[in-house]
């Protein structure tokens, strides 16, 4: 079984600090791993994913994420925080050996970027 | 702006009532999704339809019905909610093999 924890519920940060949101998963097979934003109001939108290669993956808007093996961690990180990065992000797992993207989400933390 | 559409936006609904939660796409996706939302908890796969074949998720088994007459629609249907049923519900769509889900900004079900 798969499983995805976010450990921090709630993060508060000020515009132009870096961030970096946790996320740590039990699985021992091939997965992706991904993150998704969450908006107030929206649905959630995919920010990046990973397979293998780079353990660093890039995403839009200045997201990045790294993959590690031994730590099972997949966390996000922006250098530089805006007023708008505010949402809940999401991360998930999935099986590589599936071609349907079954994810399974984290409970998710909520990003407050205070002007 | 989101492709996947979902109506209503808000629910409210009888105990005991049936519900009919409505999804669509416009990016002829072969893969449809339902997860339920509940507060401070993380999405849950209910079900999803891979063309016309429809997958449940072992627990949500018979508690969930779904149909799917065309490549855009997907339908979520809760033949008599209960107070469980209160929730976010979530439609997703995706290509085949693609690892890359695109939510619908959900249906907030309210029962009552």
């Known amino acids: 079984t798969q499983t995805v924890s976010q450990s921090d519920a709630h993060v508060t940060v000020f515009e132009g600090d870096s961030v970096e949101l946790r996320c740590n998963y039990s699985?021992?097979?091939?997965?992706?791993l991904s993150w998704y934003i969450q908006h107030h109001g929206r649905g959630l939108q995919f920010l990046l994913k990973?397979?293998?290669?780079?353990?660093v993956v890039q995403g839009v808007n200045g997201f990045e994420a790294e993959f590690s093996k031994s730590d099972s961690s997949f966390h996000l990180r922006k250098a530089s925080v805006h007023w708008s990065d505010s949402a809940v992000y999401f991360c998930?797992?999935?099986?590589?050996?599936?071609?349907?993207?079954?994810?399974?989400f984290g409970q998710g933390t909520s990003l407050s970027v205070v002007p | 702006d989101t492709t996947v559409k979902q109506n209503p936006r808000y629910k409210l609904a009888r105990v005991g009532k049936p519900v009919n939660l409505i999804c669509s796409q416009t990016?002829?996706?072969?893969?449809m999704y339902w997860y339920q939302k509940k507060p401070n908890q993380a999405p849950k796969l209910l079900l999803f339809?891979?063309?016309?074949?429809?997958?449940r998720e072992a627990d949500t088994f018979e508690k969930f019905q779904s149909s799917r007459p065309n490549n855009s629609f997907c339908s979520l249907y809760i033949g008599s909610a209960g107070l469980e049923y209160s929730a976010m519900y979530l439609c997703?769509?995706?290509?085949?093999?693609?690892?890359?889900?695109?939510f619908g900004a959900g249906t907030r079900l309210s029962v009552l």
């Open positions: 997703a769509s995706s290509k085949y093999s693609q690892n890359t889900l695109y």
């Open positions: 699985y021992g097979g091939s997965i992706y």
């Open positions: 990973y397979y293998s290669g780079n353990p």
């Open positions: 998930a797992v999935s099986l590589a050996s599936s071609s349907f993207s079954k994810l399974v």
């Open positions: 990016m002829n996706h072969d893969t």
């Open positions: 339809y891979y063309d016309k074949i429809l997958n």
